[in-house]
């Protein structure tokens, strides 16, 4: 009896974990968006941006959210990636996120980087990194780039505004 409670206990705490994360090797979809298996998991308090953006750099054209995708695959892939799920689903039934791989904030990086912004209407925890972004002049943040903010682009090119 003691060996099926203490499995029963195990099977338990599996499942609540299960609710609240999800662990593995996941596929980069979007320059905020990571998959597991059919999970998608939407980086809480990230904002990329999006696939059809293009922003300037020195008058020309450059693909940001090529940028943005190629330093989240690079983040992602380092080994497994552990997400915390934040708040509620979406209407898609995406989960949002506060993603970690070898001990590192995949969220705060790629806003540190500059190659994605805090996204305060989720959350301010990470108006810092952006902070710091910015003073480097890293990514969207180097002298000569224009950009629109990635939620004003998405708000009025995707119906319904979603990601």
């Not at 980087?113 to 996204?119: D, E, K, M, Y």
Request: glycine share 12%.
């Amino acid at each position: 009896m003691a060996v099926l409670s203490g499995a029963a206990l195990i099977s338990s705490a599996q499942a609540e974990a299960a609710e609240t994360e999800i662990r593995g090797t996941p596929e980069v979809i979007d320059s905020d968006i990571l998959k597991f298996g059919t999970q998608r998991v939407i980086l809480w308090g990230v904002e990329g941006p999006e696939k059809r953006q293009v922003c300037q750099l020195n008058g020309e054209p450059w693909n940001c959210h090529d940028v943005a995708f190629r330093k989240l695959q690079l983040l992602a892939g380092r080994g497994e990636v552990v997400c915390q799920y934040q708040g509620d689903p979406d209407p898609f039934g995406r989960r949002f996120g506060i993603c970690q791989s070898g001990g590192e904030d995949l969220n705060a990086e790629m806003i540190k980087t500059g190659v994605a912004l805090a996204f305060e209407e989720e959350t301010d925890a990470y108006v810092g990194q952006m902070a710091e972004a910015i003073g480097a002049g890293a990514g969207l943040w180097q002298p000569g780039v224009e950009f629109e903010e990635p939620w004003v682009f998405r708000r009025r090119e995707t119906p319904g505004g979603y990601r």
